[in-house]
């Protein structure tokens, strides 16, 4: 039987590697942050196929390009960049600045959010990355399905003319719901490889099947696409 003194003793001691244990798994995440700085560039051969199917129309788009990225700015763990979208030929098609926190928790989107080109550096096999965010924002709605996912393994692979200990990144994501028109089933697979030292993207492939139905189970839209990026070119070591 435990007297009054022992409960508080006990008490006590259980609070304090609570304590003990948020502290360092806090501290853990604290360590996480990024290997680039203002001024690093880098390139990729960009590969982009996607298919549209409804009942009203049908569309097949399959073309190449070059993404060029540049830090602009970085403050402790925040990164802008600029985006540029650039033909063969060099006329630029779409350009865009970016900004985020490499760290924290991303959302999932067909053009770089800063999670997708940046994951924190020095990390290894096991190792968990920010939260992902898968997102569904067809028609009227918008859908969001978190999860984590751990470093499967860290491999040596040639990028840019140098030999790279490069994280491997992959999973798979099958989600299902409900929409105001009906309901919707979205399955998306990534394959990634990124530098350990810098954190930096080194190549990626994505693809992506949503697929739309109504209250009869007939499909109204369907959507296909596939990301392909390779890194060609960089300031980082070459």
């Known amino acids: 039987m435990l007297n009054n003194n022992t409960r508080s003793y006990l008490g006590i001691a259980t609070l304090i590697i609570t304590l003990i244990i948020f502290l360092t798994l806090n501290q853990k995440q604290e360590t996480h942050t990024v290997g680039v700085k203002v001024g690093d560039v880098a390139k990729y051969r960009t ?3 996607g298919v549209l199917h409804s009942e009203e129309t049908s569309s097949y788009t399959d073309v190449e390009y070059y993404t060029f990225i540049e830090v602009l700015d970085r403050h402790l763990n925040n990164i802008t960049f600029k985006e540029t979208l650039i033909d063969f030929n060099g006329s630029v098609k779409f350009e865009q600045v970016i900004n985020g926190d490499p760290t ?3 959302y ?7 999670n997708d080109l940046f ?3 020095g990390l290894t096999k096991g190792d968990l990355l920010p939260q992902t965010i898968v997102m569904c924002d067809e028609h009227d709605e918008t859908k969001e399905f978190p999860w984590s996912q751990k470093i499967n393994e860290t491999v040596r692979r040639v990028y840019c003319g140098a030999w790279r200990a490069a994280n491997h990144v992959t999973w798979e994501r099958d989600v299902e ?3 105001s028109q009906g309901r919707f089933n979205v399955f998306r697979s990534k394959n990634d490889y990124y530098d350990q030292v810098t954190g930096v993207l080194l190549e990626s492939h994505l693809n992506s099947t949503k697929i739309y139905f109504d209250f009869y189970g007939r499909t109204t839209h369907m959507y296909v696409s596939i990301y392909d990026y390779q890194l060609v070119e960089t300031n980082l070591w070459s």
């Open 177 to 179: 719901g409900l929409i």
């Open 47 to 49: 590969h982009y196929v």
């Open 108 to 114: 999932t989107h067909p053009h770089f959010r800063v």
């Open 104 to 106: 924290k928790p991303h």
């Open 119 to 121: 994951i924190p550096c």
